[in-house]
């Protein structure tokens, strides 16, 4: 009696629970997880051996919604939206032998569907439950937040002012500072970039003014940059590009003077003439063309005028000295041009050698001497010749 139950109890040992074991239905393989930028289609595998009669399914972990059961999906038109064609979600089913894959496709990804989707297997008349879990990643590349991030910031000079920059993405960005001319950050950094949402600018200097670019980068692809304007109110200071200019006088021929001016706020410019140890303004008239130029080209900084003086026909009276001043409520700059007689034409806008003999310049206006009153009527007469000819 004994025997016969050792015998049984070795007979259920070697075969009969080994035996059940092995008709159980497994998942045998890790789901790898799934990591995917955002609108792209995620995939998740789930390996199931001898499945039999029992049914698979694939669980949405944060909320236990049931996504499907076998190849078939049990979410509702309200969830599984139909897009281009396209459901949210699918499941496509393989079989390989003993082994049966339910791939859950989820499309359009977006950020609340990362985490982590269970793979099920309910075992009839039996209370094991294989089941794994399966991880969406969705990547986000990083967008500037706005509201929070600085856009244009207005600091006297020698004061203090923090910009700041912050970014959201998956993972979460790391934030960085550069110039965007690309000269080094202004003291305490020195240095060319800075990494952290926040940059403090420190006795601020009139040199640094200008653009400061956030940069936001999780690795995920297009990084996301925003550019901060820093206006530094200081006096004027100006910048010389050639402090005299020579032309040949009464032959119809101009010359333009020019004078770099920075200051902010903006300076009010003005144009002098010095006439006896006397400032005389100059103004924008027959004689006189005014130009002022916020931009040109790559030349000018910011907060830099670029403002010319154009003197139309020079004239013996013309030469002498010329003051360039630019004044804003921190104070006044002023550059000192010189204006000398040749005995040629100067500049680009001269007649070729041996050429007729023509206006250098075709300004806008020209200044009604006896010159060009004799033209007109040399003209006119050589018309009404030609006129009394024909007829
Ligand atoms: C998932 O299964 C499909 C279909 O068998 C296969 O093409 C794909 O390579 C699998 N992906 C992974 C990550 O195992
Ligand atoms: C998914 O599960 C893994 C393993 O349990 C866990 O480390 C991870 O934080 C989970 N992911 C989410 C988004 O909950
Ligand atoms: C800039 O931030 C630092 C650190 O938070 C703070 O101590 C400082 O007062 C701030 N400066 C300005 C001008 O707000
Ligand atoms: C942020 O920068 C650190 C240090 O360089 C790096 O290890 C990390 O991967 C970066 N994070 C992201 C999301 O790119
Ligand atoms: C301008 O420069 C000339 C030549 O250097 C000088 O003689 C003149 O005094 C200067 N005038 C002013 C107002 O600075």
Redesign the pocket.
Known sequence: MFLRLLLFNLIAILFIRPAETQDQPAITQVI?PEIKRVGMTG?L?CTVTRQGINKVYWIRKSDQLIISTDDRVQVDNTINERLDGQLKFDV?K?VSGDQT?Y?LIVRRLVISDSGNYTCSVIVTGASIKPSKDGEIVVLIPPTIKQGVTTQTVNVNEFGSVNLTCDAVGYPTPNISWVRVNGSPLPPPYNKYMHRGKVLQLVNVEASSRGMYRCIADNNVRPLATYDTTVYVNFKPISRPIQSTYGQAANRLFDVTIDCIVAGYPPPDMNWYKIDRLEYKPIIDDDFHIINQMLSHGQQLGISEVWYQLTIINVRANDYGNYICQGTNKLGTSQYNITVFETSECQGANCPLEGGTVSRATLTSRTRYDVTGMCLVLVFTLEFLRYYVARV
């Open positions: 790898w995939y595998n496509l393989k894959i791939t």
